[in-house]
């Protein structure tokens, strides 16, 4: 089990790759990531599970070494030109599970956002927020930022 972060539409999303290869270094005793610096080294790619969390038939995962703004800015970016064919997106921050007792389902938070008010702030909220929280250990926090 782990978090995944998505995009989901009712419109088939592109992937994104990196034009180019770039360096990863993780240095777990440090605690740092070194990822060359760039900020077009991250991926969309193919999410086929966005009808267990959502309404929407198609979405996408994002692989990120770390969040930067200008990542931010090229998400913005993606999210508008799929606007231009669809009229709402959500990115989705959850905890990857096969199955949800009753009482261990989890807790939704969602907001909406027009994108013309969307910001790199937004996306590091939802790409940072804890899925589980010192509250209640037995139940994850989804969380869901529609844009309209």
Known sequence: ??????????????????PQDY???IDLDAGT????????NYFLLPFDEVDLYCEKKYGVYLELPQFTNGRAEQMIAYIRTVLMQSDSVEIWNVWLSGYWEFDDRPHICKRTVPIDELTAEDIKEIVQAENWDN??????????????
């Not at 089990?1 to 990196?18: H, K, R």
């Not at 990531?33 to 077009?40: L, N, R, S």
């Not at 509250?135 to 309209?148: H, M, T, V």
């Open 1 to 18: 089990m782990s978090q995944c972060i998505f995009i989901a539409a009712d419109t088939p999303l592109p992937e994104v790759t990196p």
């Open 23 to 25: 360096p990863l270094h």
């Open 33 to 40: 990531i070194f990822d060359g610096g760039a900020d077009d």
């Open 135 to 148: 509250k209640d250990k037995n139940r994850p926090w989804f969380y869901c930022l529609e844009i309209i």
